[in-house]
């Protein structure tokens, strides 16, 4: 009988997961997707149990799965501190990190960044979750997260990054057609385009006379991407509030243009966010300083 590695299939398990798919999993790993397959069966045959539920089309935990979800990145969070510890004591930045971010704010300079890491640092493995939903670092084994927006007092170590402007952008044809909206309350007569990825959906904010005020507006289209929608916009379908890091070369090359500056919000904070308890992990600590001396170069105000 084949001994089965249970770090390797935990991880990949985890990576299935994450990536939602089996060959998704295999092109982050540069495995075949076959590979991935077996390496899922074996660790269901080990515990005795159906993890995944598999169909042509679709694929979701079952019950023991999420249990053992769970208890994998515990373990596997675990494993990769006892690693990082190892390297500590040698002197070594080494080891794995596992990031989190939303999605998008890989154009916010990240991935160069990231990968100048990587060339400098040979001996880290870097795991980057790129999701729009609340991540439990600790729960999740997740030691880097970057969030937007202001962070609640969780007892987590935050680090300022950097600040991005939200803007109301459309076309110049769009507004030939249907006209600039004065205030934001016109806007509820308008084409509007939605990131419903965003947990406040069609709920738009602006600022006036120093107090935030939420605005729900009428979905002409709604995607679940923000770039996405930013298309959509430079193509004239509606108006579209979107960060600016997000619509900057349809603002440079004219395809869209702000609207509604004097209500704009305030800058939003960008973070990264640790568990107090990983600021003891070389290679987390090395990231954090990397990251914050490689400020995001595209103007985000």
């Known amino acids: 009988m084949r001994k089965i590695d249970l770090i390797k299939a935990m991880r990949t398990f985890v990576a299935v997961v994450e990536q939602g798919s089996f060959s998704s999993a295999a092109l982050q790993q540069g495995i075949v997707t076959s590979a991935i397959s077996r390496q899922v069966t074996e660790l269901e045959n080990h515990y005795g149990c159906q993890l995944l539920l598999r169909s042509t089309r679709s694929m979701r935990l079952t019950p023991e799965g999420q249990y053992f979800l769970a208890e994998f990145e515990g373990i596997l969070a675990r494993v990769d501190q ?3 510890g190892a390297s500590d004591r040698r002197g070594e930045i080494a080891g794995r990190i596992r990031l989190s971010s939303p999605q998008h704010t890989a154009q916010l300079g990240l991935q ?3 990968s100048a890491f990587l060339a400098a640092h040979p ?3 870097l795991s980057w979750l790129s999701v729009n939903r609340h991540v439990n670092l600790v729960e999740e084994g997740v030691d880097l997260a970057v969030r937007v927006g202001e962070l609640p007092d969780s007892g987590l170590v935050a680090r300022p990054l950097a600040r991005v402007v939200v803007e109301f952008v459309a076309s110049p044809d769009y507004l030939a057609r249907y006209g600039t909206p004065a205030h934001p309350r016109e806007l509820t007569q308008h084409r509007c385009l939605v990131d419903n990825s965003n947990p406040q959906l069609a709920r738009w ?3 006036e006379d120093g107090v935030e005020h939420h605005l729900r507006v009428p979905g002409t289209l709604e995607v679940n991407q923000g770039e996405l929608a930013a298309q959509f916009g430079a193509d004239g379908v509606g108006i579209a509030q979107l960060p600016r890091f997000m619509v900057a070369p349809y603002i440079d090359s004219g395809q869209l243009v702000t609207l509604l500056h004097e209500y704009r919000l305030p800058p939003v904070p960008v973070s990264l966010v640790y ?3 990983r600021t003891t992990s070389a290679p ?3 990231l954090v300083d990397h990251l914050l001396n490689h400020k995001p170069t595209q103007a985000m105000l």
């Open 275 to 277: 568990p107090a308890n």
């Open 112 to 114: 160069p960044a990231l």
């Open 123 to 125: 001996g880290v493995t």
């Open 82 to 84: 006892l690693e990082s």
């Open 205 to 207: 904010r602006y600022y």
């Open 284 to 286: 987390v600590r090395a």
